[in-house]
């Protein structure tokens, strides 16, 4: 029923109620509201207001603040308001609407919405360039945008892309050298690695596991980011850990798994040994994805998680969890791949970030008192290190820890290391040696350990088979963890613990050590000359 006009409304005041007259100037008031917004929807859609500023259509803030569920919910909204069977005879209503679509074509995709940002970003950097009397230089040359299976990234694209994707980077600038002689090596990577996706597809479609090769040609997407392009050099300093050009980094950002590829080696900048690499440390990251069980914790879960448990607890304290530490991302891999190797025994592995809020009275400060009336047993003070600080590793014994607990103490653990004195993966690696033989006899039956179930179970047997191949030497000049040549050591649960190789010299002047083994006993031969 259409509302009447305001002479109407006058006219039969003294017959309404005031009720029905304040109702009918609101419907009234809106109606006229209404059809100005249609006429000036209508006007800027003649300018292409849709597809060239999509946020002031939908009505959005630009920029990230925006998320892809309220732009859905936006475009909902308008369309059921402007569309032209809920405005019969109003003909701005169709191009009101049209308007409204096109805005949604760009924005609801996650790819365009990217493209039209950074598209933005270049105009308004060009314009700050000119504004500065600067020209126009090759700052902002993509080397792969013709690639259609390399995507250019930035900071935005980045975190749309699906945080269960192991992605392969590399982080170029258009004036370097080595960058360029990298770049048809990239391009016959980013090839290959598609022909391994497409026959992924392919073996899933036909349930065939049997191809072991097959097995190590997991899906990895491949990206390039153009350091010098908009933000991208303070995000990939700050973010990523980009310390030197070109860099080939392997990520995931759900689980925090990073890897460096090393290129410093003359052999190491081929395409078969970087294929190598890639296909191997994925397969065994989606191996690590399924079979470990990291637990992050903080202030207010860890005593009541730990403390309360009779299992051991190996926990991590770490001074951030962040892809720019390097100590951090490297430690925390291998905190993934000691629960893996102790899966089927009494171990719980969790992880503390000390920098979260949360955590940082805990892990710091010494005087802090964090009881509560309900647990006032779980008052943890575990006094680490002030930051900055290596990454620290603890670990709590199995069975009872509460029988030893001291109001305002507590059980802090045991420090497993020192990182400036033992190399973290090495120390990782004679825990997990120790703890299976202490725990041999409560070590669960095979069918306790984590299996694959009804669609993963194609893709966890071919995650196995390649992973389990065993492999003690570096390949492919690169290698896992956070930087740096690895030393790949394989334990007997198939784990490889990745760390830096490093090269110890004799000092000048001095003859290699000769350690002759016996009994200490007088007269017999002691260790060392």
Known sequence: MQPESLSDVNNNDSKRSVAEIEASRKALKEREEHLLELVRRSRESRMGAGKNQPYHVLGLEEGDAATQASIRKAYRKLSLKFHPDKNENLPDAVA?????????EVLGDVQKRAEFDDSTD?????ASRRGHGQSESDADED??????????????????????????????????????????????????????????????????????????????????????????????????????????????????????????????RTAESVLEWVRRLSAEWRYLFRESNVTLLDGSTFGPAVLNSTQMWVVLFSDGLGPECTPCTETLNNMRKLSAALRAYPVSVGVVNCQDSASSKMCY??????RTSAQPQFAVR???????????????????????????GGDKGEVMYNANEVPPHIGLQIMEKSARLALAEEKAPPSHDLMPTDGEEARAATDAASFEAPSTTDTGGGGGGGGGNPRQQQTSENVFWD??????????????????YGRPSGGQRRIGN
């Open 382 to 408: 575990l006094e680490v290190p002030a930051p900055p600080h290596a990454p620290q590793v603890r670990a709590w014994r199995r069975g009872n820890k509460t029988d030893h607990w001291e109001w305002g």
């Open 499 to 516: 760390g830096p190789r490093k090269n110890r010299k004799e000092l000048p002047g001095r003859k290699p050590r000769k350690f002759v």
């Open 96 to 104: 009101a609407f049209a308007d409204i679509v096109d805005a949604y």
């Open 365 to 370: 400060d010494s005087s802090a008192k964090q």
């Open 143 to 268: 080397f792969y945008a013709k690639n259609p299976h390399i995507l250019n990234l930035n900071q935005k694209l980045w975190f749309r892309q699906p945080e269960e994707s192991i992605w392969l980077i590399e982080v170029y600038a258009p004036w370097c050298p080595p960058c360029r002689k990298l770049k048809p090596m990239i391009e016959t990577v980013a090839n290959s690695l598609a022909l391994d996706a497409d026959k992924e597809e392919e073996h899933r479609a036909h349930d065939d596991v049997e191809d072991i090769a097959a097995a190590a040609r997991l899906g990895v997407s491949v990206g390039a980011i153009n350091f010098e392009a908009g933000n991208n050099k303070d995000w990939a300093n700050e973010h990523l850990g980009v310390t030197g050009l070109p860099t080939l980094l392997l990520l995931n950002r759900k689980h925090r798994m990073r890897a460096k590829y090393d290129m410093s080696t003359s052999n190491a």
């Open 122 to 126: 270049q105009k308004k950097t060009a």
